[in-house]
């Protein structure tokens, strides 16, 4: 079955750039979308179709896709950022996960 | 804005049965699609089960497929996932999501979610 390969934490300081990736089989065709989880919330969509961000997401969240491997990047990281962070892609009708990965703000 | 609303988990026994329902704010596009997705505790997200819209296709992960059944109440605007045979490792979180699909084909975020029921499954 298909699988997404993701860090399992990230650590960044405050005001500096976290960059979280996601790989995975044929990824670069295929759109990768990001959510974000906060501790006892549901997911939120920050990132959609590689590299679209909802209207509601601050402009320091970002996605890129290079071949295989996509990458949410959060300039200025902030405290409130602090969370697990999934990527997904669509394999035909099935939601396929990463693994997440905790982002700690220190 | 869709909201979702799920319900009716709880704690069971390995074996039993369980039937969570989710209710919607009453969209009737074609063009969503629920999708159950679920968090056992201290792990990541599962995806469980997708239907479209018209209900007449359901999709399964293998770990529930068997005895995962999802069905729908339109005059509800309700959507159920009935479990059977409940495992220990069914015990999580069951979020109810919604998608929407373009001709059919998933190229859309799961960008609406209820808030999850808990599932434990425990002797």
């Known amino acids: 079955s298909y699988a997404l390969t993701q860090p399992p934490s990230v650590f960044v300081s405050p005001g500096q750039t976290a960059s979280i990736t996601c790989s995975g089989d044929d990824l670069g065709d295929k759109y990768v979308f990001w959510y974000q989880q906060k501790s006892g919330q549901s997911p939120v969509a920050v990132m959609y179709q590689d590299d679209r961000r909802p209207s509601e997401i601050p402009e320091r969240f970002s996605g890129s896709k290079s071949g295989n491997t996509a990458t949410l990047t959060i300039s200025g990281t902030q405290s409130v950022d602090e969370a697990d962070y999934y990527c997904q892609a669509w394999d035909s009708t099935a939601a396929v996960f990463g693994g997440g990965t905790e982002l700690t703000v220190l | 804005q869709v909201q979702l609303v799920e319900s009716g988990g709880g704690v069971v026994q390995p074996g039993r049965s369980l039937r969570l329902s989710c209710v919607d704010s009453?969209?009737?596009?074609?063009?969503?699609?629920i999708v159950w997705v679920r968090q056992a505790p201290g792990k990541g997200l599962e995806w469980v089960s997708t239907m479209p819209y018209d209900g007449r296709d359901k999709y399964y992960a293998d770990s529930v497929k068997g005895r995962f059944t999802l069905s729908r109440d339109y005059s509800k605007n309700t959507v159920y996932l009935q479990i059977n045979s409940l495992r220990l490792e069914d015990t999580a979180v069951y979020y109810c999501?919604?998608?929407?699909?373009?001709?059919?084909?998933?190229?859309?975020?799961?960008?609406?979610w209820g808030r999850g029921t808990t599932v434990t499954v425990s002797s």
């Open positions: 999501a919604l998608t929407t699909v373009v001709s059919n084909s998933y190229y859309n975020p799961i960008d609406v």
């Open positions: 009453g969209f009737t596009l074609n063009s969503y699609v």
